[in-house]
């Protein structure tokens, strides 16, 4: 495909904003909804916050790094754009869904492409119970949290958590624990993409809990549930040479 409008999306850093003034003098000013493709310029978080922004333009993705890792993005070059982005390889994302409730009541929903994060807000630890389809799997977990992540999403928190990295076309998620107590020895599970995990909080008003899409928190939930939206589709692109598989396959052989 040949892309011929292209929308850039910058972050506030001052690498990234002198780098969307260069760009659009070479190619133009175009708004995501009438765009072809969204170039984003920043980190990861900034990819992830243009796609929570303009998922539902229907259009790709191309990040060029503008932040540090970058782990969902391309190397900055300003020239032979249109020529990189024709020859690039798409990569289908699925975001989780996650449906909260809070103590008082509130039913709230959100987008993760990352992860879905519980996480202790006071000094006590959280106490949650793990459901998966339905059935208990873990009935007492005490820990600073628990996090569901995504294949794409699987080399961020959740590494950090030690939790597993996975291909993308492995079709499954990773359940990771953050810190815990009992059971101590608990790593952890891979669940397959189709499964709908539920997890209740203990005395959720002695032992606070927030839940966290991506970087949408939910504070002092009782209950959340997650599972993949398969009815909401991306799509990112990747120079042939530094695309997504090969960056999630090379991260597992890091010293």
């Not at 900034?46 to 259009?59: I, N, P, Q």
């Not at 996480?119 to 959280?126: D, F, G, K, W, Y």
Request: charged share 25%; hydrophobic share 45%; net charge positive.
């Amino acid at each position: 495909m040949t892309y011929s409008s292209i929308a850039f999306f910058a972050a506030d850093s001052d690498s990234a904003q002198r780098a969307l003034r260069r760009l659009e003098r070479r190619y133009g000013r175009i708004a995501p909804d009438k765009a072809d493709v969204i170039v984003t310029l920043g980190g990861d978080g900034t990819m992830l916050e243009a796609l929570h922004r303009f998922m539902r333009c229907g259009v790709p993705f191309y990040g060029m790094n503008r932040g540090t890792v970058g782990f969902l993005l391309n190397a900055y070059r300003e020239t032979g754009l249109v020529r990189r982005l024709t020859a690039a390889t798409p990569v289908t994302l699925h975001p989780l869904r996650m449906n909260a409730k809070t103590i008082g009541g509130k039913a709230r929903q959100a987008l993760a492409f990352n992860e879905v994060s519980l996480l202790r807000e006071s000094r006590q630890a959280a106490k949650l119970r793990i459901r998966i389809d339905g059935k208990v799997r873990m009935k007492e977990l005490i820990c600073d949290g628990v996090l569901l992540a995504t294949p794409a999403g699987s080399t961020a928190y959740n590494l950090s958590a030690h939790g597993p990295i996975m291909p993308l076309g492995a079709g499954l998620l990773a359940l990771t624990p953050i810190s815990a107590f009992r059971p101590r020895r608990w790593r952890g599970a891979l669940l397959p993409a189709s499964a709908q995990v539920a997890i209740a909080v203990f005395e959720p008003t002695k032992r606070p809990v927030s839940a966290v899409a991506d970087y949408t928190e939910v504070r002092d939930v009782r209950e959340v549930s997650v599972r993949e939206a398969r009815d909401i589709s991306v799509t990112l692109l990747f120079d042939p040479e530094h695309n997504l598989e090969e960056r999630i396959l090379t991260e597992q052989f890091v010293p």
